[in-house]
């Protein structure tokens, strides 16, 4: 359980928080806020300095019904983040979300990004295998019934924790075929769930365990967690929280979080416990 990030060792024995950094105009909780290099770097150093391990840096939104932007698009929102990752926090380890081999490719090998998270594990763009296969960095894999766009309308499964295991033994082995080794599971909470399949993802999150690879949770102020409250993204912290303390009892690695103070002292908490 550990992963190499631009050379440095994550022990993810120790669960670790990934904060989000979304330079979007349209993400569902913070779209638009972090829109110019003065904001961002802000930002980024406001995520740092308050634990994160690692810094998530998405151009376009995933929320469903969001209609992707092209390439060129998405690259030109990334680049002040990716100049503030080079220049600025060259020591720090970032993850880039995007499903665009060329995109990931150009923040790696350019930019100094040290992970690539890949909402669409690949099925996106069918080059992003390779492209990780010559990077050499870790890779997030996350699980999406559909698109964005598509994924809320009527998702269906015999039986989603099943499901969803199979998906990734069936990526796993393609990339283990390839070389690729350091790869991160997502279950993909809200991307093509109901919000009870996301509840019994959540009760059966120890069963990813058979897969023996890093398990990354990301609910932070989901609908999964407002609708059930009848409240909003903005009024879900609380129940993100508690979603975190039963996903890290559950055996989670990483915490993909927007609130990064409350979830490092979650780890601390639950880290205690265990003890």
């Known amino acids: 359980m550990y992963i190499n990030c631009k050379g440095k060792l994550l022990d993810l024995n120790t669960p670790k928080i990934m904060g989000i950094l979304n330079v979007t105009p349209d993400s569902f909780f913070d779209g638009g806020r972090y829109t110019d290099q003065e904001k961002i770097y802000n930002r980024i150093k406001k995520l740092f300095d308050e634990g994160a391990d690692i810094v998530d840096i998405g151009a376009f939104s995933s929320r469903p019904g969001a209609d992707l932007p092209d390439e060129e698009t998405e690259w030109n929102r990334l680049l002040p983040a990716l100049e503030l990752v080079k220049n600025e926090f060259s020591d720090k380890c970032f993850s880039l979300d995007t499903f665009r081999s060329k995109i990931a490719y150009r ?18 763009d069918p080059q992003m295998f390779a492209t990780i296969k010559d990077l050499q960095v870790p890779y997030v894999i996350m699980h999406m019934q559909g698109t964005p766009a598509t994924m809320q309308q009527n998702p269906q499964y015999d039986d989603v924790t099943l499901d969803v295991i199979k998906f990734f033994s069936e990526k796993l082995a393609r990339l283990h075929e390839l070389g690729v080794n350091d790869v991160i599971v997502d279950p993909g909470f809200g991307f093509g ?8 993802l959540l009760a059966n999150l120890d069963k990813f365990k058979i897969l023996e690879h890093p398990l990354l949770v990301g609910v932070s102020r989901k609908s999964m967690i407002y609708k059930l409250l009848d409240s909003t993204p903005q009024e879900a912290l609380n129940g993100t ?30 880290e205690m416990l265990k003890k």
Do not use: F, M, P
Request: proline residues 0%; glycine residues 8%; without cysteine.
């Open 193 to 200: 769930k109901t919000l009870e399949q996301n509840y019994e």
């Open 107 to 124: 923040a790696v090998a350019d930019y100094g990004v040290g992970i690539i998270n890949d909402i669409s594990a690949g099925n996106l």
């Open 241 to 270: 929280t508690a979603v975190h303390t039963i996903a890290l009892l559950k055996g989670a690695n990483i915490l993909r979080v927007h609130d990064v103070k409350e979830a490092v002292e979650t780890v601390k908490i639950v």
